[in-house]
């Protein structure tokens, strides 16, 4: 008699209604209710102190997968992944104490997180060696995403990594040029759509249904997986000593759905005896989602999206109820911060020789106003993820310094002289 065949390792689940769906069904929506799908992986055969030794004793590995901090945690990412990884590698970013940003934040115990150390310069390296990888494995024709930047960029890369063709719908004329150059370089097939991100993104899921093209866009729920990382490498810098708070940047909902999920595994699996709380930071101008919890999550906005944070620049977020769910099971808050709060962040961010994107910065500035509002405590520690590099949108990074009037109070003009040391000397004296 022959044994029955071995359970899977991972499958799909939509949280909605329940329904389970193998690997290689290759949609991001349940086919039963359209809820967004997760995956979900057997537990590791072991758990807490041990699995925490697993983690660390590869750290400083040169194997390909143990080099990557998103497949260092594989068997909370995708176990049964094999060595076939599409990966650069990513992940593996610093935890940053930074004395002027925490002084400004009034928070003394807050830690920044960079993800813009990743390849392409943002997190999404994180999700996107996951989702690639998938696609590779099902022999996908084409991979695609909407993006205001940083997902075309890494998917871009990732793509052709993996050489499989990449299509990306950005919105035309309102992509920052360093995000949009990296797109065009890694040679992603590049169209700029005559709409706003939302109007992109409803094209590219059209392609996705109607056209046979693998949609990598954070209702992916393997790009999520990736994700996860973020919260797993920042907990393991920390001793495993869970913080107080954990903010992030808000804008499709993607990284909030994540971090929740990364906080349920690892409470789950014993590698943390407390699960931190979420704030989610949106700009005033993107704010669907600040606007909901105010309500008690009662009803869902949508807003037309305005921010100078370009990537945060979403007025329908597609993982609207995964993160609900993720503010909910952390007991967590989601605010929203002006463009001049995000800008004057970035400024002392960027001044303290770490730099970030704009919409980074908005995680700083929402823990500012935490603090001043007292739902953050000053003695509380927080990490804060900053989610792109300081050059993926030079062009608002010079407009601040060299053409805003009046000049803000951080801006850093400047200075023209003539070629001689006597003028040097000028400057070296009115700089006291």
């Known amino acids: 008699m022959t044994g029955s065949a071995a359970a899977p390792v991972s499958r799909q689940l939509c949280p909605r209604c329940g329904k389970e769906l193998p690997l290689s069904f290759a949609k991001s929506s349940c086919p039963a209710c359209g809820g967004l799908l997760e995956v979900r992986h057997a537990a590791p055969g072991r758990r807490g102190l041990e699995l925490r030794r697993i983690f660390g004793d590869r750290r400083g590995s040169v194997d390909v997968l143990d080099a990557s901090g998103v497949w260092r945690y594989r068997e909370l990412v995708l176990p049964d992944a094999g060595r076939d990884v599409v990966t650069h590698p990513e992940g593996n970013t610093p935890l940053l104490r930074l004395p002027r940003v925490s002084s400004w934040a009034g928070s003394p115990e807050l830690l920044v997180k960079h993800e813009g150390h990743n390849p392409t310069g943002s997190f999404k390296d994180r999700g996107m060696t996951v989702g690639a990888t998938v696609a590779k494995r099902l022999g996908a024709r084409a991979v695609a995403c909407a993006s205001t930047g940083n997902t075309s960029a890494s998917l871009a890369a990732y793509a052709a990594l993996a050489e499989i063709p990449a299509l990306v719908f950005v919105p035309a004329g309102r992509v920052a040029a360093g995000k949009l150059a990296q797109t065009l370089a890694y040679g992603a097939k590049t169209l700029l759509v005559r709409g706003d991100f939302d109007a992109c993104f409803a094209l590219a899921l059209e392609a996705s249904e109607k056209l046979n093209v693998y949609l990598l866009n954070s209702v992916n729920p393997f790009r999520l997986e990736g994700q996860k990382t973020i919260v797993f490498e920042a907990l393991e810098q920390l001793g495993w000593e869970a913080p107080e708070w954990i903010a992030l940047p808000a804008g499709n909902l993607g990284n909030t759905s994540a971090f929740g999920n990364a906080l349920r595994d690892a409470r789950d699996l014993g590698l943390i005896s407390r699960v931190p709380r979420l704030a989610a930071v949106q700009a005033e101008g993107a704010n669907p989602f600040a606007r909901a919890f ?65 919409a980074s910065a908005a995680s700083v500035a929402g823990v500012k106003r935490l603090v001043r509002e007292g739902v953050i405590r000053p003695g509380e520690r927080v990490v804060a993820v900053l989610t792109g590099h300081v050059l993926k949108d030079p062009g608002i990074l010079l407009r601040y310094h060299m053409e805003t009037e009046p000049p803000p109070p951080r801006a850093n003009r400047p200075v023209e002289i003539e070629p001689r040391l006597s003028a040097v000397e000028q400057v070296l004296r009115e700089d006291r």
Request: charged share 30%.
């Open 294 to 358: 105010r309500e008690g999550f009662a009803r869902r906005h949508r807003v037309s999206a305005e921010t100078a944070a370009t990537a945060i620049r979403i007025g329908d977020p597609a993982s609207h109820d995964r993160a609900v769910t993720a503010i909910r099971s952390t007991n967590g808050v989601v605010t929203d911060v002006t463009d001049d709060e995000i800008l004057e962040a970035k400024a002392i961010i960027d001044g303290s020789g770490a730099g970030c994107e704009p």
